[in-house]
Nanobody, 126 residues
Framework: QLQLVESGGGLVQPGGSLRLSCAAS????????IGWFRQAPGKEREGVSS????????KYADSVKGRFTISRDTAKKTVYQQMNSLKPEDTAVYYC???????????????????WGQGTQVTVSS
Protein backbone atom coordinates (compact mmCIF):
# COMPACT_ATOMS: atom_id res chain seq x y z
CA GLN A 1 0.00 0.00 0.00
CA LEU A 2 1.45 3.33 -1.09
CA GLN A 3 2.00 5.74 1.77
CA LEU A 4 3.80 9.03 2.45
CA VAL A 5 4.15 10.22 6.03
CA GLU A 6 5.60 13.65 6.81
CA SER A 7 7.17 14.61 10.12
CA GLY A 8 9.45 17.24 11.60
CA GLY A 9 7.21 20.29 11.51
CA GLY A 10 6.73 22.61 14.46
CA LEU A 11 7.12 26.11 15.81
CA VAL A 12 10.43 27.87 15.22
CA GLN A 13 11.67 31.42 15.58
CA PRO A 14 12.67 33.47 12.53
CA GLY A 15 16.18 32.56 11.47
CA GLY A 16 15.84 29.06 12.87
CA SER A 17 15.98 25.67 11.16
CA LEU A 18 13.84 22.59 10.78
CA ARG A 19 14.28 19.32 8.92
CA LEU A 20 11.20 17.72 7.45
CA SER A 21 11.11 14.00 6.71
CA CYS A 22 8.90 12.09 4.32
CA ALA A 23 8.80 8.34 4.92
CA ALA A 24 7.75 6.46 1.79
CA SER A 25 6.32 2.95 1.56
CA UNK A 26 4.63 0.85 -1.08
CA UNK A 27 6.90 1.97 -3.94
CA UNK A 28 10.58 2.19 -4.81
CA UNK A 29 11.98 5.64 -4.14
CA UNK A 30 14.68 5.22 -6.83
CA UNK A 31 12.11 5.21 -9.65
CA UNK A 32 9.98 8.27 -8.94
CA UNK A 33 10.37 11.98 -8.33
CA ILE A 34 9.41 13.40 -4.96
CA GLY A 35 8.28 16.94 -4.31
CA TRP A 36 7.70 19.14 -1.29
CA PHE A 37 4.79 21.57 -1.53
CA ARG A 38 3.36 24.02 0.95
CA GLN A 39 0.05 25.73 1.43
CA ALA A 40 -0.62 28.73 3.63
CA PRO A 41 -4.17 29.77 4.62
CA GLY A 42 -5.94 31.45 1.72
CA LYS A 43 -3.14 30.69 -0.73
CA GLU A 44 -2.62 28.15 -3.50
CA ARG A 45 -0.43 25.12 -2.98
CA GLU A 46 3.14 26.02 -3.98
CA GLY A 47 5.90 23.74 -5.21
CA VAL A 48 8.88 24.31 -2.90
CA SER A 49 11.40 21.67 -3.95
CA SER A 50 11.70 18.49 -5.95
CA UNK A 51 14.19 15.68 -6.49
CA UNK A 52 14.25 13.54 -9.61
CA UNK A 53 13.82 9.77 -9.67
CA UNK A 54 17.56 9.39 -10.29
CA UNK A 55 18.33 11.67 -7.38
CA UNK A 56 20.77 13.78 -9.38
CA UNK A 57 18.52 16.74 -10.18
CA UNK A 58 16.77 19.10 -7.80
CA LYS A 59 14.57 22.14 -8.30
CA TYR A 60 13.63 24.92 -5.90
CA ALA A 61 11.25 27.82 -5.75
CA ASP A 62 13.09 31.13 -5.99
CA SER A 63 11.79 32.07 -2.55
CA VAL A 64 13.69 29.20 -0.89
CA LYS A 65 16.84 28.88 -3.00
CA GLY A 66 19.93 28.92 -0.83
CA ARG A 67 17.87 28.22 2.31
CA PHE A 68 16.16 24.86 1.66
CA THR A 69 17.79 21.62 0.58
CA ILE A 70 16.00 18.47 -0.57
CA SER A 71 17.75 15.12 -0.26
CA ARG A 72 16.91 11.46 0.02
CA ASP A 73 18.13 8.25 1.61
CA THR A 74 16.93 5.39 -0.56
CA ALA A 75 18.01 2.78 1.98
CA LYS A 76 15.78 4.40 4.59
CA LYS A 77 13.10 5.18 1.98
CA THR A 78 12.99 8.73 3.26
CA VAL A 79 13.15 12.14 1.61
CA TYR A 80 14.24 15.17 3.62
CA GLN A 81 13.89 18.90 3.33
CA GLN A 82 16.38 20.87 5.41
CA MET A 83 15.05 24.38 5.98
CA ASN A 84 17.42 27.07 7.25
CA SER A 85 17.06 30.81 7.84
CA LEU A 86 13.32 30.39 8.18
CA LYS A 87 11.08 33.40 7.71
CA PRO A 88 7.50 34.08 8.85
CA GLU A 89 6.39 33.77 5.22
CA ASP A 90 7.54 30.13 5.26
CA THR A 91 4.65 29.37 7.60
CA ALA A 92 2.42 26.77 5.95
CA VAL A 93 1.40 23.14 5.91
CA TYR A 94 4.11 21.22 4.09
CA TYR A 95 3.25 18.16 2.01
CA CYS A 96 5.40 15.58 0.30
CA UNK A 97 4.17 14.00 -2.88
CA UNK A 98 5.24 11.45 -5.50
CA UNK A 99 5.09 11.53 -9.30
CA UNK A 100 4.25 7.94 -10.21
CA UNK A 101 5.67 8.22 -13.73
CA UNK A 102 8.60 5.83 -14.00
CA UNK A 103 11.86 7.77 -14.25
CA UNK A 104 10.14 11.07 -13.51
CA UNK A 105 12.19 14.28 -13.53
CA UNK A 106 12.22 16.90 -10.81
CA UNK A 107 9.22 19.21 -11.18
CA UNK A 108 7.36 21.77 -9.09
CA UNK A 109 4.12 21.49 -11.06
CA UNK A 110 1.32 20.30 -8.81
CA UNK A 111 -0.47 18.44 -11.62
CA UNK A 112 2.56 16.20 -12.20
CA UNK A 113 2.06 14.54 -8.84
CA UNK A 114 -0.20 11.63 -8.08
CA UNK A 115 -0.20 10.88 -4.37
CA TRP A 116 0.10 13.15 -1.35
CA GLY A 117 0.89 12.81 2.30
CA GLN A 118 -1.24 14.34 5.03
CA GLY A 119 1.10 17.27 5.66
CA THR A 120 2.99 18.73 8.59
CA GLN A 121 2.54 22.24 10.00
CA VAL A 122 5.49 24.63 10.03
CA THR A 123 5.05 27.88 11.92
CA VAL A 124 7.74 30.55 11.95
CA SER A 125 7.04 33.15 14.60
CA SER A 126 8.69 34.98 17.45
Amino acid sequence: QLQLVESGGGLVQPGGSLRLSCAASGFTLDYYAIGWFRQAPGKEREGVSSISSSGDTTKYADSVKGRFTISRDTAKKTVYQQMNSLKPEDTAVYYCTVDLTFGSPATREVFDYDYWGQGTQVTVSS
